[in-house]
C-alpha cells in the first residue's frame, strides 16, 4: 500500500523468505536516517544520546520496516505489534521513524524537547501516538511486555511484543523478575532484544557487572536465545522474519544484539563518554558526512560480497 | 487439613476459607466479572491472604500469579492494562506502596492506565510481624503521587461498594485494605462515591475525621462522648486523594476542634491532607493529628498494637476527651 | 575528546570535568575521607553525573560501583555500614527516594544504620528528561518514613557543611540535592545545623520558608519585595524533618502570611509539614504553598521549566506580590 | 571452652577433618531442639511458620553449631561470621538457637511476641542480639550480605557471612542484582544457601514460577554452586567445613540445599498451606513426639550405615 515497505503487512507471515538485496538496502538507508534524524535533534535540544542510537539504528529500521506488523497512519490500530523501549533514552531515534510512518506529524520532530513538546528524551505513551509504552527508567520494560503478552492472550489479540533492552540494563532486578514470569507463563509473543553494546554510562558494561555469560543467564531463565550482529541488517531481518514466523514458539525469545556504542562515528565508537553529549554545528555537518559516507560504502561492500550474514541461532526454535 | 487434627489446629488456607469477610474482594471481583467487565486479577503469592485464590478458582484464565515479584506485577498490570482489561493486582500494602513505589509513579500513575492496586493488611495490622510487614507510610507515599486516587475503605461493604464503583472510574487507584475482618460500620449496598466523604455528624466541639479501620472505633468514641453531653461529629474521609475539601471546611467552621484519626504516620497522611486544607483555608478549628506518632511500631497482636497505639474505640474516645476537657 | 572535534562539541564526562560546583559531594568526601572518617561511596552507573568518579580515583578502595542496581545498592550499603563504615550512596532522586523506597525504609531508616542517601537532580531538574527522571514526590516519601532525617540544601556550600555535619551525626540521613549548579546563597563555612533553620529575616507581611534550591530565587523576589516597600522574609528550611517549629512558629507569629516554595508536589512536602504544625499551633498566619500542583511535570530545558512553574525569581516575586496584594 | 561445640573455635580452620559420628549426633540433637522449641514459641504466638523452620533446622543448627566462627555470650563480637535471614519468616526457629548460645535471657523466648518483646514475625538487629541484620521483606539479605562483605574487605575484617534464602525468594529481582554483584566484586567470603524446599505461601515453587534450573540460573551470574541434601548434618556440615577451610575462595559460592517443607510432621509435609498455621496443645504434643521419634530414628539409621551422605558439588572450588 505505502512504498516504504512499512505497510507491507499482512503479507505471507508463515513464509516471507529472506530479506532481498532490495529490501536490505531500504533497511540501511533507513538506519541512516535514523543516525541522521537523531544529529538533527539533538542539536536542537543541544545534549543527547546519540551513540545509544548508533548501536540500534538497524534494530529500529528492521523492526520498524520490516518485522513489525503495523499500519503506516495508524499508531493505535489494536493489532500491530508492539514495540517498547527498556533503554527509553535512546527515543531520539525512534521518534524520527514514528514520525516517517505518519503516527504523528513530522512537524513535531522540529521542537523536540521544547517546553510542552510531547517529545523528550524518554518515549511517552501519554503524549507520543505511536509510543506503546512510557518508559525512562531502566528495568521496566520487560515487564510492560509481559503484562502486554498476557493481556493479548487473555483478550485473544494477536500480536508480538518487541522490547528493546540495554546491556547495562541486565543489572536492573526487575528484568530478571520479568524474565522468570515470562518463561513460567510461556509467552512465546514476546521477544527481548538486548542491545550488547558493551558500554553503559559510567563505563564498560563488564567492568561494571559481570554480565557474562549473558546467554547462559537467559536460557537459564527459560528463554530461548539468538546471538546476531546487531548492525547486520540481512542477519537481524531473516532472524526476526523467522521468529515471526514461527507459529509454534512456546516459549519467549532473547535476541542478543552484538552492536557497537556510537556505530558510524569513530570517536564515539572509541569513547564512552559519549553516552550523552552534544556536537557542535561544525561537527555536526561533519558526523553527518561520516554517517553518509559510511552507508554507502555498507551498500557497496553488501554489494560486492552478496549477502553474507551469520546468525548464530541456539536451541534452534526459530 | 489432616482429619486427625484436632479442630482447634488449622493451617492458613483452611483457615482462610472459613473467614467469609476476607472474601469482599474476591466475590467482588467475581461478581463484576460475571457482569462482563474486563476485569483480571493478580498477585504476588499472596492469594491465601487476600482471599484471591477464590477469584482464581472461578476465572482462572482472568487470573496471574506473579510470584514473589511485586514490582514486576505492578509493571506487568500497566502493560496488561493497555489491551483493554482492568487490572486488580495485590498483595501487602508495604510490598505494594513501598517496594513498588517508582513503578506505581511510572507505569501507572502517569502512563494513566486503569490499574487498582490493592495494598492489604496495611498500617499495624501485621501485628507482630514487624515494620517489614507494617505501612504506616502508604498514605503519605501514594498521596504524592500525581494522578493516583488514594482510598482508604473504612469495612468490608464500603469496599465492595468502592470496588464495584471502580470499573468505570478513569483514574488508576490505590486501595488501602485492613485484614478483611474489621467490624462494619456499613451496611452492604451503602452508597459510594470517590471523593465524597460520608458525613455521619458534625459536632460543635469536636468532630473527628477517620480513615479506614479506625472508622468504627472513631464512631464507637463518639456515640460515647455525646452521651457524656459532648458535640462530637463524625466524618469518614475514605477518599484520601482527591480529598473532599468541602467536607472538611464544613467541619472547621462547626466545629471548634478537628481531630483525624489514621493507622498511619501522623506525618503526610490524613492529617498532613487535612492540615494543608485548614492551613490555607482557614475556619479556626484547632487541628489534633491522631496516629502512630513518626516511630516504627512495637509488635504484638493487632488488637494489644491498636489498644497500645490508642487506635481502638477506648483509645480515641480518650484521646478525644482529653482534647475535650 | 577528539581533538580534531570544535571546542563546542562535548561529551558528558569531559563537560563534568568542567563543572567545579558538581564536585562538592566528592570533594567533600575526600576532605572527610583524609581527615580519617570511615567514609565510603558507591553509586548506581551515575559516577559522572554526581561527580564520585573524582572521590574513585582518589580512594578507588573506598568506592563501590553497583552498576544499575539502585536497590541493591541501599541493600548493601546498609549491610556494609555495620563493618563500621559510613556510606554515602548517590544516585538521581527519582531512583533512590522513588525505587528504593522499601530499602531505605526498612534496612537504612529502620536498622538504624548511619547510611547517608544522596538523591542528586531532584525536583524538575532533569527538564526534558520527564517523568521518570523527575522527583516532585520525595520529600513527602522520605518524611514519611521514622528514624529518617530529610535534608534539603539549598546550594552547594550548604551540602558541602551538612556533609561535614553528618560524619558524627547518628541517625541516616536522605539529602536532596539539585543539579550542583545552582547558585549560591552562602559563603563557605557558613555553619549548619541539622533541624535549625537559618532565619534570614521575618517579614510582618509576609515570611517565605522555603527549601533547596528555591531559596536563591526567594531570597531575590524577597529583596525586590522589599524594595517595594512590602515587608518580606525568608526562612531557609533546609531539614525538612526534623522540622524546625520553633522557626514556623516564630514565622506564624511575626507574619500575617506564610508562603513555603518548594520543587515538589505541594502535597505532602515542606508545604504540608508547615501545614501540620500550623493547623496545630494555630498563630493566625495563613498559609500558601507554592510548588508543583500535584501535576507531572511538563518536559523543556530546565530553565524554562523552572519559569514555567513560577520557581525561578520573578515566579516567587509574581506569586507573593499577587498574596501581598 | 563450652561443651555445646558451639564455642569450639577457632579450630584448625585449614583443615577441620570430615564431621565425627558424635559431632553428627549432636547437630541432629539439636535440629530437633529448632523444631522442638519452634512449636513451643508458637504455642505462645498462636500462629507461626512451622514448615518454614523445619526445613531448615539442619541448616541452623550446622551453621550455629558446626560451621560458624563465633563466641558464645559474645553476639556482638566483631570477628563473628555473620548470619542473614532471606526468608526472616523462619526466625522463629532462630531465636531458641541465640538464645541457647547466650546472646540473649532465655526468658525473652516466653514472651515471644508479646507486646515489647524484641522478638517478633522477623529477625530483628536493633532488637536482638545476636541477628546480624534485620529481614522480614524477601529478597534484601543478600544484597546486605554483599554490603558486609565489601565492608569487611575495605575494612579488612577477616569474616564469612552466610546468607539463607528461601526457594521462592528466588523470584525476587534484587536477589538477582545482589548476586551479580557479588560475583562482579568477586566476594569469596559471601556463602548463599538456598533452602530448596519446594513450596512458597501459595503453592509449589515450581508451580508458581520457573525457578529450574536453579543451578544454571546461580552459575550464569558467576556463583560456583553446590548441591546438598538440606537435612542431612553430616553432608552439610563437612561441606560447609570445606567451603570454610578454603581460603583460596575468589568467587561467592551458592548451596543449593534439597529439603523438605514441613521435615518431621508428616502432614505438614504433604499439605502446602501449612507455611503458616496453629497446633492446638493436643496436636502440639503430638508433634513434639514425633519429632523427637524422628530424631532417634535418623541417629539410629546412620548408627547402622556408617557415614554415607552424598555432597555433590559442582565447579569442584570447595
Ligand atoms: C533505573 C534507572 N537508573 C539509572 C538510569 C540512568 N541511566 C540512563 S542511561 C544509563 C545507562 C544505560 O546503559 P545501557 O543499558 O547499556 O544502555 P545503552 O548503552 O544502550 O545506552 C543509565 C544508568 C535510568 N535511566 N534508570
Ligand atoms: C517482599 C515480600 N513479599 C512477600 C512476602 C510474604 N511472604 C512471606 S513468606 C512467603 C513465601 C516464602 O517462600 P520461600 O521463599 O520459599 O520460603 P520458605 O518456603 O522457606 O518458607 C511470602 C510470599 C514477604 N515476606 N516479602
Ligand atoms: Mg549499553
Ligand atoms: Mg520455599
Redesign the interface.
Known amino acids: 500500500m505505502e512504498p516504504t515497505g512499512a505497510t507491507s503487512w499482512p503479507r505471507n507471515v508463515s513464509d516471507p523468505g529472506p530479506v532481498t538485496p532490495q529490501e536490505a538496502e531500504r533497511l540501511r538507508e533507513r538506519a541512516c536516517f535514523v543516525r541522521l534524524e537523531t544529529i538533527r535533534l539533538i542539536s536542537i535540544?543541544?545534549v543527547g544520546h546519540y551513540s545509544s542510537v548508533f548501536s540500534c539504528a538497524e534494530i529500529f529500521s528492521t523492526l520498524y520496516y520490516d518485522t513489525m506488523n503495523i499500519r503506516r497512519g495508524e499508531p493505535g490500530w489494536p493489532g500491530r505489534d508492539r514495540f517498547l523501549m527498556g533503554k527509553?533514552h535512546a527515543a531520539v531515534g525512534q521518534f524520527p521513524v514514528l514520525a516517517d510512518l505518519d503516527f504523528f506529524d513530522k512537524a513535531w520532530l522540529d521542537d523536540y524537547?521544547?517546553?510542552?513538546?510531547p517529545l523528550?528524551?524518554?518515549p511517552?505513551?501519554?503524549k507520543v501516538p505511536g509510543v506503546?509504552?512510557?518508559?525512562?527508567?531502566?528495568?521496566?520494560a520487560l515487564?510492560?511486555?509481559?503484562?502486554?503478552a498476557?493481556?493479548?492472550r487473555?483478550?485473544k489479540?494477536d500480536f508480538d511484543v518487541f522490547v528493546l533492552l540495554g546491556d547495562?540494563?541486565?543489572?536492573?532486578?526487575?528484568?530478571?523478575?520479568?524474565a522468570?514470569?515470562a518463561?513460567?507463563?510461556r509467552l512465546g509473543r514476546l521477544v527481548a532484544i538486548v542491545d550488547r553494546n558493551g558500554y553503559?554510562?559510567?563505563g564498560s558494561v563488564d567492568d561494571?557487572?559481570?554480565?557474562e555469560?549473558l546467554a547462559?543467564?537467559w536460557?537459564?531463565?527459560?528463554w530461548v536465545v539468538h546471538e546476531v550482529d546487531g548492525h547486520d541488517v540481512v542477519a537481524l531481518a531473516n532472524l526476526l522474519r523467522r521468529i515471526k514466523a514461527d507459529r509454534t514458539r512456546s516459549q519467549p525469545c532473547c535476541i542478543i544484539a552484538r552492536t557497537v556504542k556510537g556505530k558510524g562515528i569513530?570517536?564515539m565508537e572509541t569513547?564512552?563518554?559519549?553516552?550523552?553529549?552534544?556536537?557542535?554545528?561544525?561537527?555536526e555537518r561533519r558526523a553527518r558526512e561520516t554517517i553518509l559516507a559510511g552507508a554507502d560504502a555498507a551498500n557497496a561492500e553488501v554489494a560486492g560480497n552478496g549477502i553474507a550474514s551469520a546468525v548464530m541461532t541456539s536451541e534452534g526454535t526459530a | 487439613m489432616n482429619s486427625t487434627l484436632h479442630p482447634d489446629s488449622w493451617q492458613y488456607r483452611e483457615l482462610n476459607k472459613r473467614a467469609p469477610s476476607l472474601s469482599v474482594l474476591s466475590d467482588t471481583l467475581i461478581e463484576l466479572a460475571e457482569a462482563g467487565h474486563p476485569v483480571v486479577a493478580g498477585t504476588a503469592d499472596l492469594q491465601h491472604s487476600n482471599g484471591l485464590a477464590g477469584f482464581a478458582g472461578r476465572f482462572p484464565e482472568r487470573f496471574t500469579q506473579f510470584g514473589i515479584s511485586e514490582q514486576n506485577m505492578v509493571s506487568a498490570a500497566a502493560g496488561m492494562a493497555t489491551t483493554g482489561v482492568i487490572p486488580y493486582v495485590a498483595t501487602f500494602a508495604s510490598f505494594l506502596a513501598l517496594l513498588c513505589c517508582e513503578q506505581i509513579r511510572m507505569d501507572v500513575a502517569y502512563c494513566a492506565q486503569p490499574v487498582r492496586l490493592i495494598g492489604h493488611h496495611t498500617g499495624i495490622s501485621m501485628g507482630f510481624y514487624g515494620t517489614s510487614h507494617h505501612a504506616t507510610e502508604d498514605i503519605a507515599i501514594m498521596r504524592s503521587i500525581a494522578d493516583l486516587t488514594v482510598v482508604s475503605p473504612a469495612d468490608g461493604p464500603q469496599f465492595a461498594a468502592a470496588l464495584r464503583a471502580s470499573v468505570d472510574y478513569p483514574q488508576p487507584i490505590y486501595f488501602r485494605i485492613s485484614r478483611g475482618h474489621d467490624p462494619e460500620v456499613y451496611a452492604r449496598d451503602t452508597p459510594f462515591e470517590f471523593g465524597k466523604a460520608i458525613i455521619h455528624e458534625l459536632g460543635r466541639d469536636l468532630t473527628i475525621i477517620a480513615t479506614g479501620m479506625p472508622v468504627h472505633p472513631a464512631r464507637t468514641a463518639m456515640r460515647t462522648l455525646q452521651e457524656e453531653g459532648y458535640s462530637v461529629g463524625l466524618i469518614d474521609m475514605h477518599t484520601i486523594k482527591p480529598l473532599d475539601r468541602a467536607a472538611v471546611m464544613q467541619a472547621a467552621k462547626t466545629s471548634r476542634m478537628i481531630l483525624t484519626v489514621e493507622e498511619h504516620n501522623v506525618l503526610g497522611g490524613l492529617g498532613g491532607a487535612v492540615a494543608e486544607v485548614l492551613a490555607e483555608e482557614g475556619g479556626g478549628a484547632r487541628l489534633v493529628r491522631h496516629g502512630i506518632r513518626d516511630e516504627f511500631s512495637l509488635i504484638a497482636p493487632p488488637t494489644h498494637l491498636y489498644r497500645h497505639y490508642r487506635l481502638d474505640a477506648k483509645g480515641v474516645e480518650e484521646t478525644a476527651r482529653a482534647l475535650l476537657a
Open positions: 535540544a543541544k527509553g524537547t521544547r517546553l510542552g513538546s523528550g528524551d524518554h511517552d505513551m501519554r506503546d509504552f512510557s518508559s525512562g527508567s531502566i528495568g521496566h515487564s510492560n511486555g509481559v503484562g502486554m498476557l493481556g493479548a487473555f483478550r489479540q547495562g540494563e541486565m543489572q536492573e532486578g526487575q528484568v530478571w523478575e520479568a522468570l514470569s518463561a513460567t507463563h553503559q554510562l559510567d561494571i557487572a559481570a554480565v555469560p547462559d543467564k536460557r537459564a531463565f527459560g569513530d570517536y569513547e564512552p563518554g559519549w553516552h550523552l553529549g552534544y556536537l557542535a554545528p561544525e561537527d
